[in-house]
């Protein structure tokens, strides 16, 4: 058995790093998964990846904060985004990377959400000098935490004009499948109201968890919508996902809050989502908590029907909240696609199959070049 091997380089926490956009799409992987890049700490793996992209004479390159921009300006009929996030969640005991040859498996933290996807940008942006679509490279910071911190959120409010583009690909690991679009997502605070009175005369009181029931009983009746969107078959969620009530074990409580997560399909809006909510909980006071827009699959543009006959043909819609939604937000159509199970990420066995590295790489030059014949779909990747 081949025994899983260390990168020579890895474990170097400070100092400056360079990237080495000449070697194969694997190592460059691992060159970034071995750059510590948690969440707010990513300055040093923004400034390798400025580095590496400013020795390209064929880019024009900004920075803004840790975030890296670079653009080809040929003058073609259509521009693409290709962007990936430079942050990692913390460190769990998946430092540095690893690759298992034998399984040609590569673990640690970063291989799947999402440096993978990083070193395919990387690659493209150094192999493919003349697109035959313009292209603009996203490598940003801070997706994994609080959204005011957000790189691509930065770039949208402060350079919009960097993000102008006929169509975008977000490199989250997607099985090397497209994924497209996303839900959107809100919660919500239901509240129910009683009457405090000792436990031992409950009956001189009303009991707000208890009132609850109600709540509980509209949400165990709920019929999810399974709307289609450009064929692709959407299915929302309306759970509750956590319950909060309860003076002391002596009282009868006047308060219970049963907190409501509503996953919807992008042919609804933030308003009409709200709106549902609202009906659906008539009666009770209902607060909002948290809100993301859903995000339009636009694979009627033409750019996004050659981009999937390109790499397969096979598209899934995506269940859950992406940065797509920002794209759409600025009339762009996108979808998601990358190496890796998103089911493995943040995970302490995070992992990807270097296929998938491979496969998405080969795909996405092909398309980006003109030419026929890519291989695609996640099967042959290998996923």
């Not at 300006?73 to 990692?88: C, I, K, M, Q």
């Not at 291989?111 to 150094?126: E, F, N, P, S, Y």
């Not at 409950?202 to 208890?210: F, P």
Request: aromatic fraction near 6%; proline fraction near 5%; hydrophobic fraction near 40%.
């Amino acid at each position: 058995m081949t025994s899983p091997q260390t990168s020579p380089a890895a474990g170097t926490t400070s100092g400056p790093v360079a990237l080495d956009l000449g070697a194969d799409v694997v190592t460059l992987t691992r060159q970034l998964c071995d750059i510590e890049s948690v969440s707010r700490d990513e300055q040093r793996i923004a400034d390798a990846v400025q580095t590496a992209l400013e020795a390209l004479g064929h880019l024009s390159v900004t920075r803004l904060g840790n975030t890296v921009v670079a653009r080809t300006d040929l003058g073609r009929a259509e521009r693409v985004v290709l962007a990936g996030h430079l942050d990692t969640v913390p460190v769990n005991g998946n430092f540095p990377s690893r690759l298992d040859e034998e399984t040609g498996i590569l673990h640690g933290l970063g291989t799947c959400d999402m440096k993978g996807g990083d070193a395919v940008i990387l690659r493209l942006a150094a192999t493919v000098p003349e697109p035959v679509r313009d292209v603009t490279f996203v490598l940003y910071e801070a997706e994994e935490i609080e959204e005011e911190h957000n790189g691509l959120k930065m770039v949208a409010e402060q350079r919009p004009d960097l993000l102008e583009a006929d169509f975008a690909i977000l490199m989250e690991p997607s099985n090397a499948g497209v994924e497209a679009g996303c839900q959107g997502t809100l919660r919500v605070d239901v509240r129910t109201t009683g009457e405090r009175a000792h436990s031992a005369r409950s009956w001189k009181g009303v009991n707000a968890i208890h009132g609850a029931a109600d709540v509980l009983a509209r949400l165990n009746a709920y019929e999810a919508r399974r709307p289609v969107i450009d064929g692709l078959e959407y299915h929302e969620g309306l759970n509750a996902v956590a319950i909060r009530g309860g003076v002391a074990g002596n009282v009868v409580p006047d308060e219970c809050v049963v907190e409501v997560n509503y996953r919807f399909a992008p042919d609804r809006s933030t308003d009409e989502a709200q709106a549902f909510v609202h009906e659906f909980f008539e009666g009770y006071d209902v607060r909002l908590t948290d809100l993301g827009a859903a995000a339009m699959p636009g694979l009627d543009r033409p750019a996004a029907q050659e981009f999937v006959a390109a790499v397969g043909g096979g598209v899934a819609p995506k269940f859950g909240w992406t940065d797509v939604a920002r794209f759409t937000a600025l009339g762009v159509p996108a979808v998601n696609y990358g190496p890796g199970d998103p089911l493995f990420a943040h995970k302490a066995d995070e992992h990807v199959p270097v296929a998938e590295i491979e496969h998405c790489e080969r795909a996405l030059h092909a398309w980006l070049t003109g030419a026929t014949g890519a291989s695609g779909g996640a099967e042959q990747a290998g996923a």
